[in-house]
């Protein structure tokens, strides 16, 4: 009889704790699922917004080098004194096979600048040029626009993907697969509705929630812990988003801070360049977020199954020691993936020899120090949320029951995820 109570009472803490998960994330999904429908850009919109200046198009064919011809010109943006001659560098004529493109085939001469020359330009590269089509004045003209860089690419991305599946083997899949439901709702939902002028706080934040509510469910599965994790996420996004809006706005980022956005102010009248620089906020904490907050939950599990008798204050403080160390090792993360990204900006505030000070709050610096600073204002924040919530939730559930019945670890050993070994009553020998 005491046995059938106790179970009775734990089946109702379980309930309870599902009811309160479902009660936080069910109207969150229904509030993305419905600005998903009310943002989604149609096709005549895109359309619109992608025609660029009135009675031009442009596209980015490929093409392949059939003649270099290198000849001496000045340096760009140098300093010339009155007696000082001309720094000269060299660039180079190139003439190139064009692959795709509506004249495919033709023979088109580019001018290439010497910063790309000199990273070894040779005949039979591929290149991408830029076709300007005037609808009034006929003939289009071409430009060298870059490297392409699809094969190198291509590679890493493989040996990427196949070392992920061997060594995390059916988790890495499914992760990978995550990856790509993440790229298709950036490229077919965020970009075509930030192109048409929506909000970017709302864009941001449908999206953002979109790809966590699928990636972290299919790569970790449907267990509490993985509900616990979401539930932190998605309230990291939120401060991140909150924050961001303030700061966005208190700190005057424009989004005018380098030459692709002024090109994208030209390109169309509709695009909110502030609005741009939010969703890129939003979006810059995901990987972090779902890092810190999976972890965190999952240290709330495996803590209560090694001491079951451990009261909720003694794991969450546990735990919390875990999150301290991982909000260290993020902060340093973060700061170097900048410094390796600006090393090229810290060049030239070394070679110009202006005040550190001037330059961190210029506009192309302070937009990346401010999506910096709140995506990691976010994440920690996130992580003694998602502890208490994943403490709650392991109390009431249990470790052996965070999964769903009969459920198997992603590894493929037909074990119970999250389970413990079976002790007889009492602990005692059987």
């Given at each position: ?153 291509g590679i890493l991305a493989a040996v ?189 505030i070394n070679a110009y020899d202006r ?75 059987g």
């Amino acid at each position: 009889m005491h046995s059938h109570g106790h179970g009775e009472l734990a089946g109702g803490r379980r309930r309870r704790a599902v009811v309160l998960l479902t009660a936080i994330l069910a109207p969150l999904a229904v509030l993305t699922l419905v600005g998903l429908l009310l943002l989604w850009p149609g096709g005549e919109q895109v359309s619109d917004a992608s025609s660029g200046t009135a009675g031009r198009t442009l596209s980015h064919p490929e093409a392949t080098v059939q003649t270099v011809a290198p000849y001496e010109c000045p340096a760009p943006g140098q300093r010339t004194g009155p007696e000082a001659g001309p720094r000269m560098v060299t660039c180079a004529t190139v003439q190139a096979r064009l692959e795709t493109g509506p004249e495919r085939d033709g023979i088109v001469t580019v001018e290439v600048p010497a910063e790309s020359y000199r990273s070894g330009l040779e005949v039979g590269d591929r290149i991408k040029v830029v076709r300007v089509f005037n609808h009034q004045t006929g003939p289009a003209m071409y430009a060298f626009y870059d490297y392409a860089r699809t094969v190198p690419i291509g590679i890493l991305a493989a040996v990427f993907a196949l070392l992920v599946i061997a060594v995390a083997r059916m988790r890495g899949l499914k992760a990978l697969i995550g990856l790509g439901f993440a790229y298709l709702v950036i490229v077919k939902f965020m970009l075509p509705a930030l192109l048409v002028g929506e909000s970017g706080l709302l864009v941001g934040l449908v999206g953002a929630s979109a790809i966590m509510f699928v990636v972290l469910y299919l790569a970790h599965g449907f267990s509490a812990r993985t509900t616990t994790a979401l539930a932190g996420t998605l309230f990291g996004l939120l401060a991140t988003a909150g924050l961001g809006l303030w700061a966005a706005s208190a700190a005057h980022l424009t989004g005018l801070g380098d030459s692709d956005g002024i090109s994208l102010a030209v390109y169309s009248g509709q695009i909110d360049l502030s609005g741009i620089v939010l969703c890129g906020i939003i979006v810059a904490g995901l990987g972090v977020l779902n890092d810190v907050t999976i972890t965190q939950s999952s240290a709330v599990w495996e803590l209560h199954e090694l001491a079951p008798e451990r009261s909720a204050r003694q794991l969450f403080a546990s735990a919390m020691r875990i999150g301290r160390d991982h909000i260290a090792s993020t902060v340093y993360t973060i700061a170097f993936a900048y410094a390796g990204a600006a090393l090229p900006i810290m060049l030239l505030i070394n070679a110009y020899d202006r005040p550190v000070l001037a330059v961190l709050t210029s506009a192309q610096i302070a937009e990346e120090i401010v999506r910096t600073l709140v995506a990691s204002i976010g994440l920690v924040l996130a992580i003694p949320l998602t502890t208490g919530v994943a403490v709650a939730v392991v109390k009431a559930v249990g470790g052996a029951r965070a999964s769903a019945p009969g459920s198997r670890d992603d590894d493929g050993d037909g074990r119970v995820a999250g389970a413990v070994p079976a002790e007889p009553v009492g602990g005692q020998p059987g």
